[in-house]
């Protein structure tokens, strides 16, 4: 089993690269265009959609490594006044119900992309993509983030039944 999440790891790992490689990619399309705007007084019509689609793209991309770092957001107004043993069932319960619910976002995630292909779906604006590929991210993002949160709620079961 260490191999597993050691690869799991190693996994999410560099789809957090990829997704800061991806946020230096808007920066630089970003500047492209406001130089070609400011200089030449052109534009170029790719940018903001390709943008838009890459920020979905960082976000499902980097969910799972940064949960493991314990970089998400968390509310500890009741957390804080809780004695050490009911914050971790607490935790338990909390990261079983999230990955409950990234888990039901991969199953229907997946069932929209298969949609999309399926269908020929695709988004005409400036740039015409296939819908698919867009959404893709999310089931695939949504499936890794789901694992983490039901390693992070066995952690706490774990740590639960060692303290008796």
Not at 74 to 81: A, N, P, V, Y
Request: a positive charge; hydrophobic letters at 55%.
């Amino acid at each position: 089993m260490k191999g597993f999440w050691r690869l799991f790891d190693r996994t999410i790992e560099a789809m957090a690269v990829l997704a800061g490689a991806t946020l230096l990619f808007i920066t630089g399309a970003v500047c492209y265009s406001i130089f070609l705007r400011y200089f030449f007084r052109k534009t170029t019509i790719w940018i903001i959609p390709t943008t838009e689609y890459a920020l979905l793209w960082i976000v499902f991309l980097a969910a799972a490594w940064l949960l493991r770092e314990g970089g998400h957001i968390t509310t500890d107004i009741l957390h804080c006044r809780l004695q050490e043993g009911h914050k971790r069932i607490l935790d338990m319960i909390m990261h079983s119900v999230a990955a409950l619910a990234t888990g039901l976002l991969v199953l229907l995630g997946t069932w929209h992309v298969l949609d999309c292909f399926s269908n020929q779906v695709t988004d005409v604006r400036a740039v015409t993509v296939p819908k698919g590929a867009v959404f893709l991210v999310i089931p695939m993002g949504s499936f890794f983030l789901s694992l983490q949160f039901f390693r992070q709620a066995w952690r706490e079961f774990s740590q639960i039944r060692k303290r008796g």
